[in-house]
């Protein structure tokens, strides 16, 4: 499967802890990036790294990228309740560009931050 | 004011039936989509179209029929459904030297009985 998987399914932490979320991909990547899903909505692009990118800052978000172990991971800073949500990693082939693009997603993560 | 909408939001129906879902797009986007997400919400591509052209036909079976009437729109018709065609199915689009960010629909969540 190409398939990424995420680590962990669910993870529950306190409001203004932070919160880290790391995703494993099997395929060579142009780019990978982090979207969240609130119950019963869709898909909100959250921030984009590309393959030759190491880190990336977005507001209180922080994603890393090791294209040796093929794993990324999303640090969310200062949580809050708002914050609660599914975090899903989506990968980009890179023999798939420009109008042909199709992201392949991971399992995702379920965050709950309590308030 | 929304910037993927599709509709209907839910869709309930019987096994045997045909149903369309629409999907439409004011972002002045040229590639749009339609994903699948199963109950373990596992999402997945099922088709792409480019200005009204397809792009990616991700093995569906041949009963989804999307179909583009402008590159603002994409719907998807399902004949015959069937038990396992039960999921939420989003329309995403994205832009011209963008294609990678997608913007996704709200959602429409289809149960077969």
């Known amino acids: 499967s190409q398939q990424g998987e995420e680590d962990p399914q669910a993870l529950s932490i306190q409001e203004g802890e932070n919160a880290t979320m790391n995703c494993s991909y099997k395929?060579?990547?142009?780019?990978l990036q982090w979207y969240r899903q609130n119950s019963g909505r869709g898909l909100v692009h959250l921030i984009l790294i590309r393959s030759n990118e190491r880190e990336k800052h977005s507001g209180r978000l922080r994603v890393t990228l090791d294209t040796s172990k093929k794993s990324s991971s999303l640090l969310i800073t200062a949580s809050r309740a708002a914050d609660t949500a599914s975090y899903f990693c989506a990968t980009g082939d890179m023999n798939y560009g420009g109008a042909t693009n199709k992201l392949i997603f991971g399992t995702g993560t379920l965050l709950a931050v309590q308030p | 004011d929304t910037a993927v909408s599709q509709t209907p939001k839910y869709l309930v129906t019987q096994m045997g039936n045909d149903k369309s879902i629409k999907c439409e797009q004011n972002l002045g986007h040229d590639t749009m989509y339609w994903y699948k997400q199963d109950s373990k919400k596992f999402l997945k591509i099922m088709f792409s179209?480019?200005?009204?052209?397809?792009?990616i036909n991700e093995t569906v079976p041949n009963r989804f029929s999307p179909k583009s009437p402008d590159k603002a729109h994409l719907n998807l018709h399902i004949n015959s459904l069937e038990l396992g065609d039960s999921a939420v199915y989003f329309c995403?689009?994205?832009?011209?030297?963008?294609?990678?960010?997608?913007?996704f629909g709200s959602g429409t969540q289809l149960s077969v009985l």
């Open positions: 395929t060579s990547i142009n780019n």
């Open positions: 995403a689009s994205s832009p011209w030297g963008e294609e990678e960010k997608l913007f």
């Open positions: 179209y480019n200005n009204k052209e397809l792009i």
